[in-house]
């Protein structure tokens, strides 16, 4: 099973500031099989990001994603009130989906 | 628009059954598109529980689950089940229903046609287990 790695834990940051989140995966990850999504409380998860580069349909270009092999990045350019939330990275592989453990984005 | 409603969820007590239902509209639910059900504890991060293929041939599930949970469609009347036996206390969660945005065949050999990730969520369905 492909672990993902997420770093911060936690990213206290003001609005208007650029958020850089990490994930990293114990083996190499398809770029194909890699995304994020943003979660809110009391919300279902949204995505945000696929195939590790591409905005989701609606998603805002401030977002954007990069990466490969084991490491991949989710960059916020200019962190806007609503963007404060939790993100999680998911990849596929082995027949099975796995997330990581969550970068929470909160206002410092 | 993808619309997913989840249902079934409540309180069962240890080695208790439920069964959840996700009700899909908006796409063409058996038009090759795999159907998920991913779990989140309370205050905890997303789990992915079990997947199944836009026909129902194939089927995926989390060692946690394996054994114990069982995923079926039913294509004509467009919706997604769930049937959780041997129920645990870690098994308490909010209960999401998600699309995926592509189908993973398992023909020998898995296929994945489209991608693996999830494009559409339910809004979720609370289940306790709790004596």
């Known amino acids: 099973e492909i672990v993902l790695t997420q770093s911060p834990g936690t990213l206290s940051l003001s609005p208007g500031d650029g958020a850089t989140l990490s994930c990293r995966a114990s083996q190499s990850v398809s770029s194909s099989y890699l995304a994020w999504y943003q979660q809110k409380p009391g919300q279902p998860p949204r995505l945000l990001i696929y195939?590790?580069?591409s905005r989701a349909t609606g998603i805002p270009d401030r977002f954007s994603g990069s990466g490969s092999g084991t490491d991949f990045t989710l960059t916020i350019s200019r962190l806007e009130p609503e963007d404060f939330a939790v993100y999680y990275c998911q990849q596929f592989g082995g027949s099975q989906f796995t997330f990581g453990p969550g970068t929470k984005v909160d206002i410092k | 628009e993808v619309q997913l409603l989840e249902s079934g969820g409540g309180l069962v007590q240890p080695g208790g059954s439920l069964r959840l239902s996700c009700a899909a509209s908006?796409?063409?639910?058996?038009?090759?598109?795999?159907m998920s059900w991913v779990r989140q504890a309370p205050g905890k991060g997303l789990e992915w529980v079990s997947s199944i293929s836009g026909s129902g041939g194939s089927t995926y599930y989390a060692d946690s689950v394996k054994g114990r949970f069982t995923v079926s469609r039913d294509n004509s009347k467009n919706t997604l089940f769930l049937q959780m036996n041997s129920l645990r206390a870690e098994d308490t969660a909010v209960y999401y229903c998600?699309?995926?945005?592509?189908?993973?065949?398992?023909?020998?050999?898995?296929?994945?046609?489209?991608?693996?990730?999830?494009?559409?969520w339910g809004q979720g369905t609370l289940v306790t287990v709790s004596s």
């Open positions: 908006g796409f063409t639910f058996g038009g090759g598109y795999t």
């Open positions: 195939g590790a580069s």
């Open positions: 998600a699309k995926v945005d592509g189908d993973l065949i398992m023909f020998g050999e898995l296929i994945v046609e489209g991608q693996p990730f999830f494009d559409s």
